[in-house]
């Protein structure tokens, strides 16, 4: 079983920047491709980036070039670092675990942007 616990959400101003973190425990963090997903409300979760156990990521095509999602397996820890917000980027935030067929989930963080 695998443990997802995320951090850095908040409220930020259009234009803004934040951190997200998501720690992981159980398991072997390295070996499992790592995504961050979102969910605005009345909306479907869709997906923002994802990173392979290799480095290789990948991106919505809306967050391109001001999402930046990597990973530092000494930690555990995947970030998605934000910026150029928009108040389109308004969400819950979640962090995605994929071993094989196996999907992990966090509770979420809450990012809204707003002035």
């Known amino acids: 079983q695998v443990q997802l616990v995320e951090s850095g959400g908040g409220l930020v101003q259009p234009g803004g920047s934040l951190r997200l973190s998501c720690t992981a425990s159980?398991?072997?963090?390295?070996?499992?491709?790592m995504g961050w997903y979102r969910q605005a409300t009345g909306k479907q979760r869709e997906l923002v980036a994802t990173?392979?156990?290799?480095?290789?990521?990948n991106y919505a095509d809306s967050v391109k070039g001001r999402l930046t999602i990597s990973r530092d397996n000494a930690k555990n820890t995947v970030y998605l670092q934000m910026d150029s917000l928009k108040p389109e980027d308004t969400a819950a935030y979640y962090c995605?675990?994929?071993?094989?067929?196996?999907?992990?989930w966090g509770q979420g963080t809450q990012v809204t942007v707003s002035s």
């Open positions: 990173i392979t156990s290799g480095g290789s990521t």
């Open positions: 159980g398991g072997f963090f390295s070996t499992y491709v």
């Open positions: 995605n675990a994929r071993i094989n067929t196996l999907n992990f």
